[in-house]
């Protein structure tokens, strides 16, 4: 009896710890050699490798043509969890038609469309657990490219839902990009389509979105001397955008985890349709229930203390954050108030740049975001940012307006940079 180890004797928790330490080409290498290794080199960490996928959606690229091909031989593509769509900007001067290019960019959601339907058929879960929408701008200066594919890759997405009426778990739509928003008038577009078997699941939505302006910078602003009936056809243009959005989170009623993002395109004198489209929140809490509702992010919102105590007040949170909060009207202390007495599961909170007539500085040491000759010393100086986790979530918060002078121009300037590059013009 031949007692020399051999290589497909080796025990398969032994061979996942040597492919944990392999790249993929490696690994399929590996798989290659022998029957008996393929087999035990096929488990938890090779399959890891298909239950995430990046796909670009771009005409020139085979990616999806790939993906069907892939997911109806119903081999390890059927172990997608995990979706990343990926949007091109696009030239900033698009050249000559092309009806070959034509043709390829109308397959697209043709063929985005197949691949979800073969998922839903053939995928292992039944659902997917994450679809992400983000966009890669290939030309800086082409924001009008960037959110007119945007708006595209959005669209696609949501016809995509409609035909393979596959579940989802969870929905990012442009929350994590830069300088890359969702425009609201194209919630109102995807009304008809029938969402509810994907979002029926839903259980986090994370959403960056902006004007409906985003390609006609010149009519960003309506004179004070327009006719009163196009102000009045403009806010009622308004109100639908919103109020579609409102539809929208309807949809999903079993949400546990939101996250709304604003990204303001101007910073000059807006529409009456574009005001409305900025009180998207307040429409929010007006209409939407969330009873299920565990972590809520708010970021680039303009608010009122009403509206916010009227949306804590509906729920009991785990997590709160909140970044570059305008209230129009009242003041933080009731909010912070609510968390502080209503929140019995509050477990973190994080408050950074929140804003009343001024800038709040909460009563608490760290560390400023610019210091410079001529400014307050850090250690006497009380900060913009808040993180607290555990007990402390829970503490009573106190703060106060910022009145001081700051100096220190780069430090100051990079603050500013910073945020509008997070919020647009300010």
Same mark, same amino acid.
């Given at each position: 009896?031949?007692?020399?180890?051999?290589?497909?004797?080796?025990?398969?928790?032994?061979?996942?710890?040597?492919?944990?330490?392999?790249?993929?080409?490696?690994?399929?290498?590996?798989?290659?050699?022998?029957?008996?290794?393929?087999?035990?080199?096929?488990?938890g960490i090779?399959?890891?490798?298909?239950?995430?996928?990046?796909?670009?959606?771009?005409?020139?690229?085979?990616?999806?043509?790939?993906?069907?091909?892939?997911?109806?031989?119903?081999?390890?593509?059927?172990?997608?969890?995990?979706?990343?769509?990926?949007?091109?900007?696009?030239?900033?001067?698009?050249?000559p038609?092309?009806?070959?290019?034509?043709?390829?960019?109308?397959?697209?959601?043709?063929?985005?469309?197949q691949?979800?339907?073969?998922?839903?058929v053939?995928?292992?879960?039944?659902?997917?657990?994450?679809v992400?929408?983000?966009?890669?701008?290939?030309?800086?200066?082409?924001?009008?490219?960037?959110?007119?594919?945007?708006?595209?890759?959005?669209?696609?997405?949501m016809?995509?839902?409609?035909?393979?009426?596959?579940?989802? *778990?969870?929905?990012?739509?442009?929350?994590? &990009?830069?300088?890359?928003? %969702?425009?609201i008038? /194209? =919630?109102?577009? $995807?009304?008809?389509?029938?969402?509810?078997?994907?979002?029926?699941?839903?259980?986090?939505?994370?959403?960056?979105?902006?004007?409906?302006?985003?390609?006609?910078?010149?009519?960003?602003?309506?004179?004070?001397?327009?006719?009163?009936?196009?102000?009045?056809?403009?806010?009622?243009?308004?109100?639908?955008?919103t109020?579609a959005?409102?539809?929208?989170?309807?949809?999903?009623?079993?949400?546990?985890?939101?996250?709304?993002?604003?990204?303001?395109?101007?910073?000059?004198?807006?529409?009456?349709?574009?005001n409305?489209?900025?009180?998207?929140?307040?429409?929010?809490?007006?209409?939407?229930?969330?009873?299920?509702?565990?972590?809520?992010?708010? *970021?680039?919102?303009?608010?009122?203390?009403? &509206?916010?105590?009227?949306? %804590?007040?509906?729920? /009991? =949170?785990?997590? $709160?954050?909140?970044?570059?909060?305008?209230?129009?009207?009242?003041k933080?202390?009731?909010?912070?108030?609510?968390?502080?007495?209503?929140?019995?599961?509050?477990?973190?909170?994080?408050?950074?740049?929140?804003?009343?007539?001024?800038?709040?500085?909460?009563?608490?040491?760290?560390?400023p975001h610019?210091?410079?000759?001529?400014?307050?010393?850090?250690?006497v100086?009380?900060?913009?940012?808040?993180?607290?986790?555990?007990?402390?979530?829970?503490?009573?918060i106190?703060?106060?307006?910022?009145?001081?002078?700051?100096s220190?121009?780069?430090?100051?300037?990079?603050?500013?940079?910073?945020?509008?590059?997070?919020?647009?013009?300010?």
């Amino acid at each position: 009896m031949d007692l020399q180890p051999t290589i497909d004797s080796i025990p398969v928790e032994v061979i996942e710890e040597i492919l944990s330490q392999l790249a993929l080409p490696d690994i399929c290498s590996l798989r290659l050699t022998g029957r008996k290794l393929n087999a035990k080199s096929s488990q938890g960490i090779f399959k890891s490798y298909f239950r995430r996928k990046t796909i670009t959606m771009d005409a020139t690229s085979d990616q999806f043509r790939q993906a069907v091909h892939v997911m109806q031989r119903q081999g390890f593509g059927c172990l997608l969890e995990h979706l990343t769509l990926v949007g091109l900007a696009g030239p900033y001067n698009p050249g000559p038609y092309n009806r070959e290019e034509s043709l390829k960019e109308a397959a697209v959601p043709m063929l985005f469309l197949q691949f979800m339907k073969d998922l839903g058929v053939n995928g292992t879960s039944g659902c997917l657990q994450s679809v992400s929408i983000t966009m890669e701008d290939q030309n800086k200066g082409s924001s009008g490219y960037v959110w007119m594919n945007a708006a595209k890759c959005f669209e696609h997405t949501m016809q995509a839902l409609h035909g393979s009426q596959l579940p989802i *778990k969870s929905l990012d739509v442009f929350f994590g &990009a830069t300088r890359c928003s %969702l425009s609201i008038d /194209q =919630l109102p577009t $995807i009304l008809e389509l029938d969402l509810s078997a994907s979002l029926q699941q839903l259980k986090c939505l994370s959403m960056s979105l902006s004007h409906h302006e985003a390609y006609k910078p010149s009519n960003s602003y309506i004179s004070p001397r327009e006719p009163e009936g196009k102000e009045m056809r403009a806010h009622a243009s308004g109100r639908r955008h919103t109020d579609a959005l409102c539809k929208f989170l309807q949809r999903c009623p079993v949400l546990e985890d939101l996250q709304l993002h604003w990204y303001r395109l101007y910073a000059f004198q807006l529409s009456r349709a574009s005001n409305e489209e900025q009180r998207f929140f307040n429409r929010v809490v007006q209409s939407c229930q969330f009873p299920f509702l565990k972590r809520c992010t708010l *970021k680039g919102i303009k608010t009122t203390e009403t &509206a916010l105590l009227s949306f %804590l007040r509906q729920m /009991q =949170l785990n997590s $709160i954050v909140m970044e570059e909060i305008h209230l129009r009207t009242g003041k933080f202390g009731p909010v912070f108030d609510c968390l502080v007495e209503r929140m019995e599961q509050l477990e973190y909170l994080h408050f950074e740049n929140l804003w009343e007539s001024q800038l709040i500085l909460f009563d608490a040491p760290g560390k400023p975001h610019f210091c410079g000759p001529g400014m307050r010393p850090p250690h006497v100086l009380t900060r913009t940012v808040l993180t607290r986790s555990g007990a402390d979530a829970r503490m009573p918060i106190k703060y106060k307006l910022d009145s001081g002078r700051t100096s220190g121009e780069m430090e100051v300037t990079n603050w500013i940079m910073k945020r509008q590059r997070e919020y647009g013009p300010r």
